[in-house]
């Protein structure tokens, strides 16, 4: 998985509607950002632009079969992890499916709540193989990578899709400088005027810091950019 800042983009692959629109509603109220394609070979364009972060893959399409979906992104060397729906139930469906590089494997007729937790699972598990701690602490505060779940001493904090990339991306180099252009160039996407960053790091402090005129955990180093403290 790549280091994305924003929300993870999830790209369902199924030829039915109906199911389709009920992953879409339930992915959407846990944060995620869908993408929906009803055959498999565009996946194929979709990994190569790493345009997602993970795949919940139907194998029954009308196109190609989703194991073969399976082979050919792992072919690319793409790690991107993906999570089996199918209404294939059998033992040597699951083996195949995983032996070709699935992360996952949920039978239908399926519970959202399973599903969501295997997506959390698996999205977890990349993130360690990068290198990255799934849940951040620093003092009061908390980052759950996977979940998007902020918190300061212990209570959930709002943060709008912006001010969490900023966030995300402090956590992610937590005790390293980060400048003002790399912040601008991996949230914006372009070194916009340094003032909108100015914005949302106030923003963040006044949700993040017991006192934001005094703040303990967004650190500015004058001149060049911010830090995130690392607190015991």
């Known amino acids: 998985m790549s280091a994305l800042t924003g929300p993870a983009r999830v790209l369902v692959i199924d030829d039915e509607p109906a199911i389709r629109r009920f992953l879409r509603a339930g992915l959407a109220t846990q944060g995620y950002v869908v993408t929906e394609l009803d055959t498999g070979l565009p996946a194929l364009d979709v990994v190569r632009r790493r345009g997602a972060d993970l795949i919940v893959l139907d194998l029954g399409l009308p196109d190609i079969d989703g194991t073969e979906v399976i082979q050919r992104i792992r072919e690319t060397g793409s790690a991107v992890p993906i999570v089996v729906l199918s209404s294939r139930g059998d033992e040597a469906a699951k083996v195949q499916a995983l032996d070709l590089g699935a992360d996952d494997y ?12 295997r997506i959390r699972a698996a999205l977890r598990h990349r993130l360690q193989q990068a290198g990255e701690t799934p849940v951040f602490r620093s003092g009061d505060l908390g980052v759950d990578l996977v979940r998007r779940i902020v918190t300061v001493r212990g209570q959930e904090v709002k943060l709008s899709p912006r001010e969490y990339s900023v966030l995300r991306l402090l956590v992610q180099h937590a005790g390293k400088v980060l400048t003002h252009g790399m912040i601008l160039r991996e949230v914006w996407g372009a070194n916009t005027d340094v003032q909108y960053l100015r914005i949302y790091i106030r923003a963040l402090r006044q949700k993040l810091e017991a006192d934001p005129e005094r703040p303990v955990h967004i650190l500015t180093e004058t001149g060049v950019g911010y830090r995130l403290r690392v607190l015991d």
Do not use: N
């Not at 949920?106 to 937790?117: N, Q, S």
């Open 106 to 117: 949920v039978t239908k007729p399926f519970g959202i709540d399973e599903l969501l937790a």
